[in-house]
């Protein structure tokens, strides 16, 4: 049995450390934990711009947002 090799990167999204695969590198990954997709890097060679990430960062927060307001909330029940 062959064990993976992983490598931790921070979701751009939430800011989680995520295991990945080596053999995802260079592919696009869905974090488990807020949906967010990135490329997976190998982390040593990352250049973020800061600014590029806080706009990246900024749009998902709109999504969610727009993703919330247009759910359609049931109207609660008073208890008795």
Do not use: K
Request: with cysteine; aromatic share 4%; hydrophobic share 30%.
């Amino acid at each position: 049995m062959s064990s993976s090799i992983y490598f931790v990167q921070e979701c751009p999204t939430c800011g989680r450390g995520l295991q990945i695969r080596v053999e995802y590198l260079g592919r696009e990954v869905v974090c488990r934990h807020c949906q967010g997709q990135l490329i997976a890097a190998d982390p040593a060679n990352l250049r973020y711009n800061s600014e590029e990430s806080a706009n990246a960062l900024l749009r998902r927060a709109d999504e969610l947002l727009d993703s919330i307001s247009h759910r359609n909330p049931q109207p609660r029940q008073c208890p008795r």
